[in-house]
Nanobody
Framework: QLHFVESGGGLVQPGGSLRLSCTAS????????VGWFRQAPGKKHEGVSC????????YYADSVKGRFTISRDSTKTTLYLQMNNLKPEDTAVYYC?????????????????????WGQGTQVTVSS
């Protein structure tokens, strides 16, 4: 399992912003598709945004387009998710994951997350 450590979550009012970070632990994610995923209470995990390893193409779930921005640092070891105009429905535990481009495309990884286990994640709560 490719392990990340997520941080940056918290409680924010609707319309507010948060910036999530995750750092790869024990491996170099440069050769992998990487992305952010989330699990809201009572729901399945869903892909939020992913970056393609081959060309850097980004994918966003329709629910976050125009509000969230995925990026990574120059070393490609840290992944960020800038979240603006947050809504109560964004409340979830957010996770980073990665997968090999030999196994999947970045879009497929995001649309149907292939992972069966998840790390600790970081809690984002949007509430007034």
């Amino acid at each position: 399992q490719l392990h990340f450590v997520e941080s940056g979550g918290g409680l924010v009012q609707p319309g507010g912003s948060l910036r999530l970070s995750c750092t790869a632990s024990g491996f170099n994610p440069e050769g992998f598709h990487v992305g952010w995923f989330r699990q809201a209470p009572g729901k399945k995990h869903e892909g939020v945004s992913c970056i393609d390893q081959t060309d850097g193409t980004t994918y966003y779930a329709d629910s976050v387009k125009g509000r969230f921005t995925i990026s990574r640092d120059s070393t490609k070891t840290t992944l960020y998710l800038q979240m603006n105009n947050l809504k109560p429905e964004d409340t979830a535990v957010y996770y980073c994951r990665a997968d090999s481009p030999t196994l999947t495309t970045s879009r497929a990884m995001c649309v149907v997350p292939p992972f069966t286990s998840w790390g600790q994640g970081t809690q984002v709560t949007v509430s007034s």
